[in-house]
Structures are given as C-alpha cells and as structure tokens.
C-alpha cells in the first residue's frame, strides 16, 4: 500500500532541537502570561452547564427556522441571556438562555415552548436541558478538582516509571499545555462546558502519552551512550521518536477536524480544542519537558549528570 506522506518523512532526521530551546521558552512564558491576562479579562465564556440555564434544541420539519423571529420571540419574555443559532439542517437551531431569578425552571420552560410554538408553528425539540446555579457552581468546581487529579496522578506515575526529575518535566509540559488550552478558549471565545473538561482530560492524557514514548527513548540512549553529552542524547531521543509522533498526531488531527466539520455545535469546540492540544502536546514534549531534564541532570554511572545549559554547545 502506498502512503505519500509517509513516504516524505525521513527516516532519520538530525535536527537540532534543544538549540532552539530557549526561544522557545521564551515563546512559551509569553503565551502563558497572556492566557493569565485573558482568564483575567475577558475571562472564560461559561456554557450553561458552569453558568446555570436552559438549552433547547428544535426542528420545524419541512420549513426552515426564521432565526429573527425566534430572537425577537424570546427577547420579549424577560430572560436574561439569550443565544440562538443555527446548526446542522436549515430546519434546525439552539437556543440557550438564562432563567430568570427566582423563576421555577421548569415553568419557564414552558413559557418558552408555548411562545416558540405560536411565533414559528408546531416545534419538535429533541433535546431539553435544564441546570440550577448551585449545581452548576459544582460541576465547576469537580470539573476544575478533576484535572488537578488527572495532573497529581500524571507526577506519581512518571516518577515511579522514571526518576523525579522526569516526574517534574511532564507535569510542567501538562501545565503548560492545560494553561495555553484555557488561553485558546478565551481567545476563540468557545464556550466552556463539562465537554470542554472532557477534551482539556484527553489532552492531559495524549500529551503525557507522548512525553513518556520520548522519555523511554531518552532513558534507553541514556544507558547505551553513557559518555555522551545529555544534550546530544536528548536531541538524538527527539529525532528517533519524531516521525511516530508526526504520524500520531496527524492521524488524530485528520480525524479530529472531519469532527469539527461535521459533528455539529455541540462538538465543535471539542474537537477544535483537541486539534490545538495535540500539537501544543507534540511541542511541549519537545520543549517544555525535555529542556527541563537538561537543566536538572540524570544521574548515569551513579553519579549525577552536572547541571547544564541550553545556550552551551
């Protein structure tokens, strides 16, 4: 079978990545400061899960939906923020907005339902949510507590797999692939639900996955050329494992954006967040957790590698 892009990737490269590390770094320090500034103000756009309301999907069968006349529907019934838009068929739309305090959910609802039904004709709705405030301040708070877990977890795995050193590499590439995802979210202004939680998890998790293949490798190279300067064994680990990783991340991106395409409202900031973290998660592994090793030391021989710097060599 032939594959051409396969077949375009070399089979060995020799490029040198830690000469690049600290430009990187640098790069790396700006976008984090900036995702602090963005979580700041403007802040995350929370979804109705994490801000408390309704969410209701409808059809109007063989008619298409008049998005004008549903906006000016609901903005006559005193409901705080409203959202409608169109998504997948003409004939079909989403329609988000908050409960007024001290209004029964369910009740107004109704009122909802009663007022579409008379503006636009007889309305199937496939999907009905509903979250309180209260509950909606908890599952942001167990959303927030479960990557925290997911990240804890990540630092005694690899510390019981490798050394602590490594441990502490990862988790800060796992940082800093958490905080520059919450960064593209504010800037795209996606809203931020429990699905969005789901993808930041599978992120965590794609991206420690690729930082323990370059770290096994690194820890093999680490036996094998015991005299070997460690930053020209930690190039020579990332270069072995470059074109897996290409391979990997491709894949997944491919499939990933056929989601993004076709996969409707309800995931598309999903998979557009999962595009951008495996390829922030391909490039932590490479500049985020592997320049740390180096500026930390292994021990080899059962002596500790002395402290290097990225500017040496």
Do not use: C
């Not at 931020?192 to 420690?208: C, D, E, H, N, R």
């Amino acid at each position: 079978m032939f594959w051409p892009f396969i077949k375009l990737l070399p089979e060995k490269t020799n490029l040198d990545f830690v000469g690049f590390a600290r430009a990187a770094a640098v790069l790396s320090v700006i976008a984090v400061l900036a995702t602090a500034v963005g979580l700041y103000r403007p802040g995350l756009n929370f979804g109705i899960d994490f801000k408390g309301g309704t969410v209701l999907e409808l059809n109007t069968g063989a008619k298409s939906v008049n998005l004008g006349t549903v906006r000016s529907t609901l903005g006559g019934l005193n409901l705080g923020d409203v959202q409608v838009q169109a998504f997948g068929a003409p004939n079909d739309a989403l329609i988000r907005f908050q409960t007024p305090e001290g209004s029964d959910p369910a009740q107004t609802v109704d009122r909802v339902k009663t007022a579409l039904n008379a503006a636009i004709g007889p309305v199937t709705y496939s999907r009905t949510e509903v979250v309180g405030p209260k509950v909606s301040g908890e599952l942001f708070r167990n959303g927030i507590m479960a990557l925290g877990v997911a990240i804890g977890l990540m630092l005694l795995y690899i510390w019981f797999r490798f050394e602590l050193q490594f441990g502490l590499g990862a988790v800060v590439a796992l940082f800093h692939d958490v905080i520059l995802t919450f960064g593209l979210i504010v800037l795209l202004r996606l809203e931020f639900t429990l699905t969005m939680i789901a993808a930041i998890l599978t992120i965590i998790g794609y991206s420690m996955n690729d930082t323990v293949v370059v770290f096994d490798r690194l820890r093999e190279n680490l036996r094998k050329y015991k005299k070997m300067p460690l930053r020209d064994v930690i190039d020579l680990s990332i270069n072995e494992t470059l074109s897996r990783t290409i391979i990997t991340g491709v894949t997944a991106i491919l499939a990933l954006s056929g989601l993004a395409i076709f996969g409707g409202e309800a995931l598309h900031g999903f998979s557009i967040a999962l595009i951008f973290g495996i390829i922030i998660g391909t490039y932590s592994s490479v500049y985020v957790a592997s320049p740390i090793i180096l500026l930390w030391g292994v021990k080899r021989n059962d002596e500790a590698e002395p402290i290097a710097t990225v500017l040496k060599g």
